[in-house]
Antibody, heavy 119, light 110 residues
Framework: EVQLVQSGAEVKKPGEFLRISCKGS????????ITWVRQMPGRGLEWMGG????????NYSPSFQGHVTISADRSISTAYLQWSSLKASDTAIYYCARHPYLTAPFDYWGQGALVTVSS | QSVLTQPPSVSAAPGQRVTISCSGSSSNIGNNLVSWYQQLPGTAPKLLIY???KRPSGIPDRFSGSKSGTSATLGITGLQTGDEADYYCGTWDSTLSAVLFGGGTKLTVL
């Protein structure tokens, strides 16, 4: 069974570092890209960027380039999304999803991770 | 404001049919494949339609997709209360080199 299991909810202060994770199982991790999607409270879906775990090539959305870092460790079938300095506006649910190539649809999704940034 | 335009909400009675539109441009829908996602309240999105009109395994044929020019449409027949959800279209934008989602449409089954 294909599964993407994300790390748990986080509560952080502005300026803090955060890394959240997405672990794939039930399939060959390097055969699929992992993408990250943001959903701010009460809002729609926003694509942040995706990574090819085979070579860790990342394609960032222009809207998120420079604000987050996407990485992966194929040895443990895990992808990451990290912030070096969080802002209150980063408060959102973050989903990971897999797709066979960059422009392909997202066929399996993680359960989502709520990140709350508040002083 | 999203590059892909969807109506904010649609509604219909149980058993009826509803359509949800997604309007874009030649840089996205016009030259790329469209997907549709269903997000039930409090859950992660789920792939409903891919490559304009194909259904993943397990998706009932009450759900259909089509594309014409720079617009795409999701159709749902035999509406059920369990279909109440937010629906998003998605596609690649060749100019932005990014995946785009529509703003989402909230379906209410009256």
């Amino acid at each position: 069974e294909v599964q993407l299991v994300q790390s748990g909810a986080e509560v952080k202060k502005p300026g803090e570092f955060l890394r959240i994770s997405c672990k794939g199982s039930g399939y060959s991790f390097t055969n699929y890209w992992i993408t990250w999607v943001r959903q701010m409270p009460g809002r729609g879906l926003e694509w942040m960027g995706g990574i090819d775990p085979t070579d860790s090539y990342v394609n960032y959305s222009p809207s998120f380039q420079g604000h987050v870092t996407i990485s992966a460790d194929r040895s443990i079938s895990t992808a990451y999304l990290q912030w070096s300095s969080l802002k209150a506006s980063d408060t959102a649910i973050y989903y990971c999803a897999r797709h066979p190539y960059l422009t392909a649809p997202f066929d399996y999704w993680g359960q989502g991770a709520l990140v709350t940034v508040s002083s | 404001q999203s590059v892909l335009t969807q109506p904010p909400s649609v509604s219909a009675a149980p058993g009826q049919r509803v359509t949800i539109s997604c309007s874009g441009s030649s840089s996205n829908i016009g030259n790329n494949l469209v997907s549709w996602y269903q997000q039930l309240p409090g859950t992660a999105p789920k792939l409903l339609i891919y490559e304009n009109n194909k259904r993943p395994s397990g998706i009932p044929d009450r759900f259909s997709g089509s594309k014409s020019g720079t617009s795409a449409t999701l159709g749902i027949t035999g509406l059920q209360t369990g279909d109440e959800a937010d629906y998003y279209c998605g596609t690649w934008d060749s100019t932005l080199s990014a995946v785009l989602f529509g703003g989402g449409t909230k379906l209410t089954v009256l």
